[in-house]
């Protein structure tokens, strides 16, 4: 028997499919959180010395932490109604465990591993419960019922891992952020009830899509905001004022190429699929890969502000060169998903930013992301070249 108040919490037929206010509110608090990750990769880049290896991996866990967090609520506003006060107290819940999470971020892995922990467990246990109790006896009820399970074994670790050494700390939190990441990938299974499959989310497609888009620009308002702290912070010599300069105009050109077709018709891609949920569960590790991409792009013109005619260490390369580079793999696995294909431009362009690492590295930090910008510049004027003169292109996803 269906409980009808549980039912009225999924999303209906009718009603907006634009994101809510509320949903864009959570999105500040993420901003926040990136300059907290990007501040510490700085740090890695900048001062890690031998420990360099380690202390990326522990900044890597927590942003695929902040990650897991968003892209649930995501997906769980695309299955539930946002609108209901029920699902308005889930989401501001997360709101400030986000908060918590983030103002964690810088000394996660010393004095405030256990807030972090206790910060991310609080939003994936408490949404789940929640949930699970607000829908009754509701079907829909076992979906999060199977989360429920599989985050309470991985905040045994969570928390845990808050509590003991920092080496010990981050093989805690790395053991607990696959099982998380497993569960998410094989549909949570647990004993009798099965696994749930991606068609399980009744998404809505246009929605779902949407808060991707929001999330890639937020992704790039913080490198700016990252690239604007940086300079105004030090002199504003020629040098920083063209390093300024291209990073902002590489920030412009990351927007463009994500938004040229492939970014711009995505709500009408998801929606057009024959299952929705597929294609929007592909997407957010395909977004994961891009965003990972612009955070590290923030970083490596962050330092190129810092240290324009500083030396092009093996580091600093990797920063300045592997950001845009990981963010054209993702772009290329997402204009696959919408269109069946990947252009040549994305492909040349990575073998450039690759194949050029050699030469790149024997110049400057700001001749460096001068050469990125140029690959990123050929790469966004073959995508203007390629439409001039064309229709626009309908999605054809293979999914």
Partial sequence: MTDGRGAELLRG??????????????????VFAFTRVSQRLI????????????????????????????SLTAWATSHYDPERPPIQAVMVGSMFGSLVM??????????????????????????????????????????????LVWSGVSAVLWLGGGLVGEDARLLCWAVALVIDYVGVVTGWPVPRLGRAAATAWTVTGEHLAERYQQFTIIALGEMIFVAGVGFSGSDFTLLRWIALIDAFATTVLLWRIYFHRAGSVLVEAVAQARQPARLGQSATWTHLTMIAGIVTTAVGYEVAISEPGGHADLV??????????????GRARFEYEVFGRVSRSRVIGLLLLVLGVPLLGRLPLIGIAVGVTVVLTGMAVADALRARGRPPEHPASPM
Avoid: K, N
């Avoid at 360099?52 to 967090?69: D, F, G, I, N, S």
């Avoid at 246990?125 to 979906?143: E, I, M």
């Fill in 316 to 329: 600093r390369v990797a920063a300045i060169v592997g950001g845009p580079a990981l963010f054209v793999v």
């Fill in 13 to 30: 037929g009718g009603g907006s499919h634009r994101a809510t206010f509320l949903e864009l509110f959570l999105d500040v608090v993420f």
């Fill in 43 to 70: 740090d890695d880049v900048t001062t890690s010395g031998g420990r360099l290896p380690l202390e990326l991996t522990q900044t890597l866990v927590l942003l695929l932490a902040l990650w897991m967090v968003w």
């Fill in 102 to 147: 983030a103002v964690s971020v810088p000394a996660a892995y010393g004095p405030h591993g256990l807030s972090f922990a206790a910060g991310y467990v609080s939003i994936q246990l408490g949404r789940s419960l929640y949930l699970t109790v607000a829908l009754r006896r509701h079907p829909q009820r076992h979906l999060s019922g199977r989360i």
